[in-house]
């Protein structure tokens, strides 16, 4: 299993460092324009997506996470499910208007099936749940998709406390009856339960225009 481990690892530098990168024409010029005005290199980009990417990404589970609190503190956890249902993507749509790039969580034992992976997302988490289960430090990576215009950032979404096993443990033992049932009635395909502390839950996923990552430099 160790070389996957060192096969996986520089396989995913690789690929964060453009190797894969096939840039469509138009784009490829104008944004080649503006890195050759700006004196950008790859690597540049690449530092910067990083650090937006993980600024964007927890300022949008920090806004989760409180109103989720708020909820849960309010009502008790059957009710913040319904709010969770109804309000949690419209609050991260919002945030990623507000920063013109494409912001998601995804996973593949989703509760909301719209948030499956894509076929670019799922190497992504098998990476990341490999790293989990061999105890390597998950770091957060961007790999070049769509040709090279846009950047995916990603970052590990963990079961970080006894807080998500309320709504994401085992039934019945974590999981009150009640809120089961809700969870059954808002979501009859869900996956997203029988988690442990510490397991991977999932991982943030922002598409980012490298255009914009330019525009920022
Ligand atoms: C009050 C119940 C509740 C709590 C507490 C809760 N979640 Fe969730 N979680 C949900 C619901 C409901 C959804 C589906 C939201 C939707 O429809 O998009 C969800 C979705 C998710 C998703 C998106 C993938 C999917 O399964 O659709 C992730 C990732 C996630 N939760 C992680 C966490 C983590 C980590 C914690 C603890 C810090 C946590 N959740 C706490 C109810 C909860």
């Not at 964060?16 to 005005?37: L, P, T, Y």
């Not at 910067?48 to 989760?64: C, F, H, K, N, V």
């Not at 790293?131 to 950047?151: P, R």
């Amino acid at each position: 299993m160790k070389q996957l481990v060192s096969f996986l690892i520089p396989a995913l530098l690789l690929m964060a460092c453009g190797s894969r990168e096939r840039i469509s024409k138009d784009v490829f010029d104008q944004v080649n324009k503006s890195m050759e005005a700006k004196k950008l290199s790859d690597a540049q980009i690449i530092q910067e997506a990083m650090i937006w990417g993980d600024s964007i990404s927890t300022e949008a589970q920090q806004l989760l996470m409180q109103n989720l609190h708020t909820k849960v503190n309010e009502n008790g956890y059957a009710e913040a499910l319904e709010f969770c249902n109804i309000n949690a993507v419209p609050i991260i749509e919002e945030l990623a208007n507000t920063y013109g790039i494409s912001i998601r969580r995804t996973s593949t034992r989703a509760r909301n099936q719209a948030n499956l992976p894509t076929a670019d997302e799922v190497p992504l988490l098998e990476a990341y749940q490999y790293n989990v289960e061999n105890n390597i430090k998950n770091e957060s990576n961007i790999q070049a998709i769509a040709e090279g215009d846009v950047l995916l950032y990603t970052k590990a979404i963990v079961i970080s406390s006894e807080f998500c096993l309320a709504c994401h443990g085992v039934p019945t033992k974590d999981l009150e009856v009640d809120v089961l049932s809700k969870i059954d009635s808002l979501y009859p395909e869900d996956s997203a339960r029988d988690f442990g502390l510490g397991d991977l839950r999932g991982i943030w996923s922002l598409e980012i225009p490298k255009k914009a990552v330019v525009n920022r430099l």
